[in-house]
């Protein structure tokens, strides 16, 4: 095979290929990150001018009702839920993942009386797990964890919640979400999914897999930029029991009553706590609405042929690395992990040639295929610069293997 050749026959078939013109990426440089902080879409600027100069600069506080701030979280949510598969009223844009997972893990529990051990599964993504820490250091919760194959047979009559992460951060690896929910349910345990590295790159349907909470953040795939606003999940029939814990006063019925007691605004609102952030929320909505607009179907089918090409890619290289991210594509998200012992030393020289991936600890080299901007020319150069480091030793420069922040 011929990567140059095969990957302009994809770019010229790639219907996709125009939405790439809507995102602002340097020259020179090939973005295998996006699985990280997702690209800035071209709109963004301008938004925010418009808010920062007119709603904010000129509007003032006015702005609150005339441009409607108060109805961002909501409004902002509203267009996340088609993408993961929720009805209206079920999500709301706010706070941080780490911070809408306390939340709902706490609701759970409180749900859940008599019982208090939170299932996850070892590896998971860290705020995941130190979420469920926070709780149990305060005597509220039991962490229980169990690996991935073994998940089912944990589900006692002492589960109050799986928590798990629908695709692994580190592998891509991706749980069957209706069929543990379903079992979840089976137990008499809650679920509550982390869509963080789902949300924009695969299909999720929540209704469908009956699913109870769900948390993501927005600046990976919905390039909301970084440390945009996460959002929640809660489903329709909980609403009713839903408390969560931090009672902030834009989560109350009325927040401008000033009352000395807190009553929670119904539904899916209380779950906001302090003021939004009307410059997160305005940026995260630009990628939310370029996102939809792309869809999510397209997304994933491009997103998992550009994985597929560059393994083949790899192979025509005569690369043979360990991946540890599925081999079947449907059951893994947008993105390849490779294991290796020098991988820190490895990213860091595809960084010096203008291929920005990732490094996990201790061993993972994690190269993230974002559909919505990336050319199959670049996963075939990409593939080529990977096999030149290999070849070359270069890895082995003193400065490469010194580590440091990793992009």
């Known amino acids: 095979m011929n990567p140059q050749a095969r990957a302009a026959e994809f770019d010229a078939a790639d ?35 418009r808010v920062l100069e007119q709603e904010w600069g000129e509007g003032l506080i006015r702005s609150w009702n005339d441009a409607g701030w108060f109805e961002m979280a909501g409004r902002v949510g509203a267009k996340i839920a088609p993408l993961i598969g929720a009805a209206p009223g079920e999500v709301i844009a706010c706070d941080s993942t780490s911070v809408n997972l306390f939340k709902l893990i706490a609701a759970a529990l409180r749900m859940r009386p008599g019982r208090k051990v939170i299932l996850s599964e070892p590896g998971n993504f860290p705020t995941d797990l130190y979420m ?50 379903r079992a979840a349910h089976a137990a008499g345990a809650l679920v509550l999914w982390d869509l963080s590295h789902s949300t924009g790159a695969v299909p999720v349907d929540l209704t469908a897999a009956e699913a109870d909470f769900a948390v993501g953040c927005g600046y990976k795939y919905l390039c909301g930029g970084p ?47 302090g003021t939004p952030p009307v410059l997160g929320l305005a940026a995260l909505e630009v990628g939310v609405d370029l996102i939809a607009e792309i869809g999510v179907a397209r997304l994933y089918e491009k997103s998992q042929a550009l994985s597929q090409f560059f393994l083949a890619c790899l192979a025509a290289h005569g690369v043979a690395l360990e991946c540890v991210s599925p081999p079947d594509s449907s059951a893994r998200g947008s ?52 096999a030149e480091v290999l070849a070359s030793g270069e890895w082995q420069n003193a400065a490469f293997g010194q580590r440091a922040a990793v992009t």
């Not at 931090?246 to 706590?273: E, M």
């Open 15 to 49: 219907a996709l290929a125009p939405f790439r013109a809507r995102f602002s990426l340097p020259e020179g440089v090939i973005y295998l990150d996006g699985n990280s902080l997702g690209a800035l879409p071209r709109a963004t600027p301008e938004v925010l001018r």
């Open 132 to 181: 469920i820490a926070g709780l149990e250091a305060q005597g509220l919760a039991t962490r229980r964890l169990v690996e991935r194959e073994a998940l089912v047979d944990a589900l006692g009559d002492d589960i109050a919640l799986l928590l798990l992460t629908h695709v692994h951060y580190k592998t891509g690896a991706m749980h069957d979400m209706a069929a543990l929910t």
């Open 227 to 273: 440390g945009a606003p996460a959002f929640a999940f809660v489903a329709h029939r909980h609403h009713a029991d839903l408390v969560q814990p931090l009672t902030g006063w834009f989560g109350h019925a009325a927040p401008f009553a000033f009352s000395d007691d807190y009553v929670p605004a119904p539904g899916i609102a209380q779950l906001q706590c």
């Open 335 to 386: 993105q390849l992990s490779f294991r290796h012992p020098e991988a820190y030393a490895i990213c860091q020289a595809l960084i010096a040639r203008g291929v920005i991936g990732d490094f996990r600890d201790p061993d993972v080299l994690r190269l993230g295929f974002a559909p919505a901007y990336l050319r199959f020319a670049e996963v075939a150069a990409a593939a080529r610069h990977l």
